[in-house]
């Protein structure tokens, strides 16, 4: 039986942190500038899409033919994503990191400006609104046309740099 390629369509940040080894990362961000020309090239193998928990692998393989992929195989979604994968005991790459994913920073980066917004524009002036409104068109943004301003500021702060990448290594994750 052929083996199957494993897609990661979470941020690079995210398989950075772990992933599946011998996985390809393909952000559901930059998946439809990116996926197809990959996915041609390995358009006769069975292929496996795994996000977190399922849900950005279901929307990529909901994508596929939009793009005009056509695939050999009927794509497989890993149900539970990489959560399950480790639970189940599964080998990962593993990054050890010091700070959270980029896209758990941008949530806390947007919730907070919302709030100082709805607070500014209660308690000091009712101009504050419009940060809180602006935020929110930024997310917009991001979510229809997959670009998020925050998240390129936040990636390029000092705490997100990877240092070196020796640190990488293959874990096994079993419960003992």
Not at 51 to 56: T, V
Request: hydrophobic share 45%.
């Amino acid at each position: 039986m052929e083996t199957k390629i494993v897609i990661d369509v979470r941020e690079k940040d995210e398989f950075l942190a772990e992933h599946v080894p011998g996985s390809i990362n393909i952000p559901l961000t930059d998946f439809a500038s990116h996926g197809p020309a990959v996915l041609r090239q390995i358009s006769d193998r069975p292929i496996v899409f795994l996000c977190r928990s399922g849900n950005r692998a279901r929307l990529a393989v909901g994508s596929l033919s939009a793009l005009g992929v056509r695939l050999a195989h009927e794509p497989e979604i890993f149900q539970g994503g990489i959560v399950r994968w480790k639970h189940e005991g599964r080998d990962v790459v593993k990054f050890n990191t010091e700070h959270m994913p980029i896209l758990r920073q941008t949530h806390v980066a947007a919730g907070a400006l919302v709030l100082v917004g709805v607070v500014l524009s209660l308690g000091v002036h009712p101009a504050g609104i419009w940060l809180s409104a602006f935020v929110g068109a930024g997310l917009m943004t991001a979510g229809l046309t997959g670009f998020c301003g925050m998240g390129l500021l936040l990636a390029k702060m000092p705490w997100n740099r990877k240092k070196d990448q020796e640190n990488v290594q293959v874990i096994q994750t079993a419960q003992e």
